[in-house]
Structures are given as C-alpha cells and as structure tokens.
Nanobody, 124 residues
Framework: QVQLRESGGGLVQAGGSLTLSCAAS????????MGWFRQAPGKERAFVAR????????FYSTLVKGRFTISRDNDKNMVYLQMNDLKPEDTAVYYC?????????????????WGQGTQVTVSS
C-alpha cells in the first residue's frame, strides 16, 4: 500500500506560480504511474496531469497544458506539479494519486491510491 501526502498549496494571485509536492511512502519508480487531479467547489474531480512509471512520459489536461509541469524525483519518491500563470479557474483541491497499472491516464478509476489533497486558491 502506498501513502501519499500533498503539500505546497496556498493562496496566490492570478498570474502567479505554485509548486505542489507529493511524498510517497514507498518506492514509486517503475512501480506506479503518478497523477494529479483537482476538484473545484461544486464540480467533479478532474484529471490534471500524469507521469508514467518508468519512461517519464507526461500527459496533461488541455486546460493546463503549457502552464503546468509534472515531474518526479525517483530517489526521493516525490512527485511535483509546477503551476505557472495561475488563473482563478485553477482554484481547487489538488490530489496526488498513484496507479499500479497502465490504463486510461485521465480516468480516476485507474488510480489505486490517493492523498488527502491540498487547497489551491487563485485570487483575481
């Protein structure tokens, strides 16, 4: 079982940047693809980004592509989400997730483990 803990959320002005971190309790390299999802108030949880478990291939939601970057530090069992040019519509709780098997990367059912989430609020 993998425990995930997100950090780095906060309040930022539109156009600003934040970096979210996700600490995994076990080795993730070659074992888990890692993803970020977000849930805005009154909305369903939605895919943001994913990084593969071995090749570091990345996938992004069209809403964040070009502004967000997902990366991983395999030695530290960490995953990051660098968020630039933030917009008020990026306001949400952001969740880190781990997937054991390749699958539909944007489908949350593909992910086996989830963190508790970290709040990101972007003011206009």
């Amino acid at each position: 079982q993998v425990q995930l803990r997100e950090s780095g959320g906060g309040l930022v002005q539109a156009g600003g940047s934040l970096t979210l971190s996700c600490a995994a309790s076990t080795r993730i390299h070659y074992n888990y693809a890692m993803g970020w999802f977000r849930q805005a108030p009154g909305k369903e949880r939605a895919f943001v980004a994913r990084i593969s478990r071995s090749t570091s291939d990345t996938f992004y939601s069209t809403l964040v592509k070009g502004r967000f970057t997902i990366s991983r530090d395999n030695d530290k069992n960490m995953v990051y989400l660098q968020m630039n040019d933030l917009k008020p519509e990026d306001t949400a709780v952001y969740y880190c997730a781990a997937a054991q098997d390749p699958g539909i990367y944007w489908n949350e059912d593909n992910y086996n483990y989830w963190g508790q989430g970290t709040q990101v609020t972007v003011s206009s």
